[in-house]
T-cell receptor
């Protein structure tokens, strides 16, 4: 079945460091890909998304490119801030045409801690 | 836009009582809403898919008689945890998918409800 694999955390960085969180997926067909962020005690917020191969999603300095050839959607940011400390989830949406009902399938989450 | 609310945000109840959690899409209509459960430091586990005007579709291993879902309108879905026990204590999160459907499958999440059963 469809699945998402993220790099394990926690990831600890100093402020202004470069961030990469790896995400790879397996899926039938052509899923949409997402990054969600969860701050402590809160629900998930959509960070960025990409709906087809080679699309780049971007928001708040974060970027991720949908790479079909490597089945990856790695999250990057050039200079992290303390306020970026959160848990990041990579997810894919299984297509309805494959009778998956548009379910989101999440990776296990990667905790990011940014120190001043 | 695309705001989803949940109520209550936190609830403490005694074992054996029932608890209702509401999920509302505030500025869009959602034929489909989803209910998730999240344990500390873990990912989200999909419990069920809530469809307006029809029965919910439950994931394997989720007791439908214990977790009652009602999707009465295009902006409201409720999850009732019946006869709650301490092992039901968790963080419950809902999401909603805007309609009309398209290829894009973005879900927007509520802020979550923390349930503690004593």
């Amino acid at each position: 079945g469809d699945s998402v694999t993220q790099m394990e955390g926690p990831v600890t960085l100093s402020e202004e460091a470069f961030l990469t969180i790896n995400c790879t997926y397996t899926a039938t067909g052509y899923p949409s890909l997402f990054w969600y962020v969860q701050y402590p005690g809160e629900g998930l917020q959509l960070l960025l998304k990409a709906t087809k191969a080679d699309d780049k999603g971007s928001n708040k300095g974060f970027e991720a490119t949908y790479r079909k050839e490597t089945t990856s959607f790695h999250l990057e940011k050039g200079s992290v801030q303390v306020s970026d400390s959160a848990v990041y989830f990579c997810a894919l949406s299984a297509q309805r045409i494959y009778n998956q009902g548009g379910k989101l399938i999440f990776g296990q989450g990667t905790e990011l801690s940014v120190k001043p | 836009g695309a705001v989803v609310s949940q109520h209550p945000s936190r609830v403490i109840c005694k074992s054996g009582t029932s608890v209702k959690i509401e999920c509302r899409s505030l500025d869009f209509q959602a034929t489909t809403m989803f209910w998730y459960r999240q344990f500390p430091k873990q990912s989200l586990m999909l419990m069920a898919t809530s469809n307006e005007g029809s029965k919910a579709t439950y994931e394997q291993g989720v007791e439908k008689d214990k977790f009652l879902i009602n999707h009465a309108s295009l902006t409201l879905s409720t999850l009732t945890v019946t006869s709650a026990h301490p092992e039901d204590s968790s963080f419950y999160i809902c999401s909603a998918r805007p309609e009309p459907p398209g290829r894009e499958e973005t879900q927007y999440f509520g802020p979550g409800t923390r349930l503690l059963v004593l």
